[in-house]
Nanobody
């Protein structure tokens, strides 16, 4: 049974950067597609970025394209979300999720992902 634990969130000033980590355990990490999602107060959970099992193919939301990078190190059983040029609009709880059904699928919508971490808070404020 796959378990995911996010870390790396915190308070950052506008224009700053953070790297979120998603540590996996309990299964072969490379067999899972990974997605990063976020949810701000009063808003639905939205996709941020997704990647296939290998980490080679990626898919980004328009709002983060060019600013965020999703990556993974399967040898370390960890996925990452590198966030750059952060703005207050990026403030949210960030979740990583894993899909065991199709590691090649790049579609980035929440319902396909059956495994979720607990989330980590990212607050962008001066």
């Amino acid at each position: 049974q796959l378990q995911l634990v996010e870390s790396g969130g915190g308070l950052v000033q506008p224009g700053g950067s953070l790297r979120l980590s998603c540590a996996a355990s309990g299964s072969t990490f490379g067999d899972f597609a990974i997605g990063w999602f976020r949810q701000a107060p009063g808003k639905e959970r939205e996709a941020v970025a997704c990647t296939t099992g290998s980490g080679i193919s990626t898919n980004y939301a328009d709002s983060v394209e060019g600013r965020f990078i999703i990556s993974r190190d399967n040898a370390k059983n960890t996925a990452y979300l590198h966030m750059n040029n952060l703005s207050p609009e990026d403030t949210a709880i960030y979740y990583c999720a894993a899909d065991s059904k199709n590691k090649y699928d790049l579609r980035c919508f929440p319902s396909r992902f059956g495994h979720w971490g607990q989330g980590t808070q990212v607050t962008v404020s001066s």
